[in-house]
Antibody
């Protein structure tokens, strides 16, 4: 069965960087890209972006351009989300998803807390 | 960017009643590329509907989606106790993908 298992929660200081991993199993990793969606406490869902797993293509939401990098490691079927220059507004649960269109499979979520 | 506006913000209904949720787009959604998700507290969202009207695997037939262009609807024909949750629409016809702000379906 398809599984997306994310790394554990993180606490970061303002200005620091975060890096969340998402290990996929149960399907051919390079058949689908990986999307990232975040959800601030008590708020709605927000699209962060998408990364291809078979070439270097990415598609980032405008508000994150310049401080986000999404990468993949096909040898371990793992995707990574890096977000830099963190502020308290980046406190959220970050989800990885299989694909970047309609999102059938989701990781369990990783809580990243930004606090001084 | 396509802005999705969901209404109402909260829907207070009793089990067995019919729920009608609306999602309106600021511009036409390409190829009916509209999905609906259900989210319960502490859980990841669950895909219900894609392509505006296709039910995802294992989704009960009391959930149905309709619409095209800028107006979309999710209908739950008879609410079961497990259906009380927050529902989001999402468009994936253009970049960036965007979500509506959510409709909470609560017990009256």
């Amino acid at each position: 069965q398809v599984q997306l298992v994310q790394s554990g929660g993180e606490v970061k200081k303002p200005g620091a960087s975060m890096k969340v991993s998402c290990k996929a199993s149960g399907y051919t990793f390079t058949d689908y890209g990986v999307g990232w969606v975040r959800q601030a406490p008590g708020q709605g869902l927000e699209w962060v972006g998408w990364v291809s797993t078979y070439n270097i293509n990415t598609d980032y939401a405008q508000k994150f351009q310049g401080r986000v990098t999404m990468t993949t490691d096909t040898s371990t079927s793992t995707a990574y989300l890096e977000l830099r220059s963190l502020t308290s507004d980046d406190t959220a649960v970050y989800y990885c998803t299989r694909g970047g269109d309609f999102l059938r499979y989701w990781g369990q979520g990783t809580l990243v807390t930004v606090s001084s | 960017e396509i802005v999705l506006t969901q209404s109402p913000g909260t829907l207070s209904l009793s089990p067995g009643e019919r729920a009608t949720l609306s999602c309106r787009a600021s511009q036409s959604v390409a190829r009916t590329s509209l999905a609906w998700y259900q989210q319960k507290p502490g859980q990841a969202p669950r895909l219900l509907i894609y392509g505006a009207s296709s039910r995802a695997t294992d989704i009960p037939d009391r959930f149905s989606g309709s619409g095209s262009g800028t107006d979309f609807t999710l209908t739950i024909s008879r609410l079961e106790p497990e259906d009380f949750a927050v529902y989001y629409c999402q468009q994936y016809g253009s970049s960036p993908r965007t979500f509506g702000q959510g409709t909470k379906v609560e017990v009256k």
